[in-house]
């Protein structure tokens, strides 16, 4: 039996294998607690996979930048904590029954076992961030974890509007989903004492990857299976969240397109999803919105520019290329 074809995003990784190794043997001992429930949830979240981009990206910017104190491996599990308690707080605001192709911790431990195992997280990461020592990640962690919250309060208020414009949205998954990205790639940059204008340089490289990496996303959703994407296809059009592929839909489409977009994410209808997915190709929305996410991608790859030549920023580009032809 042949193996499968590897892709730029695992050529990539495959640096970095042996400290993601190290970073999940500290997440799993960072993770033990007397209290049976907390470490039952922490476990069932591990257990369903996930990409881990977050870590995956602050080690090969350490790498990229010549960082190899241990503190790496800690800082990565604190971005992944942060990015977890994130998602189980989103699914119980979303009312999520499906991720990663399984239930939801939420749909299996309930709401409040889920919020309050997300709180667990947030505060042991930020017992582990204290311990790295460095004022400055303290206070980049903070701001980032600060905006993260803003963001999802903001796409709160945003719900069931259909006059949201691409910049409200852009304003929303920069600070939602972005800003951690961002500051997973500042890291390395603050811990090597770099120049503002390599800091500068990969914080732009990682919000530019994490928005790129949002909008396809919101592709996905209207491309994909749901077995293929363990998500319930439809779900922000039920939730009435706005995204890019319906932005451009509405933007493109005549008097009646629009009107049943509009009504749908008004009222959060999913009935007519089928007719709503093929206004949004037959408007050209899925080719602007993935046009989006290539003019990211090709910000993040000149972010790098400044940057020595090395194989990390070589698998950090191949990152960004990637995600052009990401299906899950």
Known sequence: ?????????????????????????LTKKRLDT???LVGEIC??????GGKRL???????MSGALGYKHPHRIQLAAVVEFIHTATLLHDDVVDESTLRRGRATANASFGNPASVLVGDFLYSRAFQMMVE????RVLSLLAEATNVIAEGEVLQLMNMHDPSIDEAGYLKVIRSKTAKLFEASCKIPAVMTGATAQIESACAEYGQALGTAFQVIDDVLDYEGETSELGKN???????????LPLIFAMQRGNASQKDLIKKAIEQGLVDQL?????IVHETGAMTATREAAMTE????LRALAPLGESIYKTALSQLAESLLSRKT
Do not use: F
């Open 1 to 25: 039996m042949t193996s499968p074809p590897s892709t730029p995003h695992s050529n990539a990784l495959s640096l970095i294998q042996a400290d993601m190794v190290l970073v999940d043997e």
């Open 34 to 36: 007397t209290v049976p």
């Open 297 to 300: 991608a090709r910000r993040a």
């Open 274 to 278: 089928s007719d709503i997915v093929s």
């Open 54 to 60: 977050r870590p995956a990206l602050l080690l090969l």
């Open 233 to 243: 296809l439809g779900d922000d059009l039920r939730e009435g969240k706005i995204t």
């Open 43 to 48: 476990q069932y979240i591990i257990s369903a």
């Open 132 to 135: 790295c020592e460095e004022m």
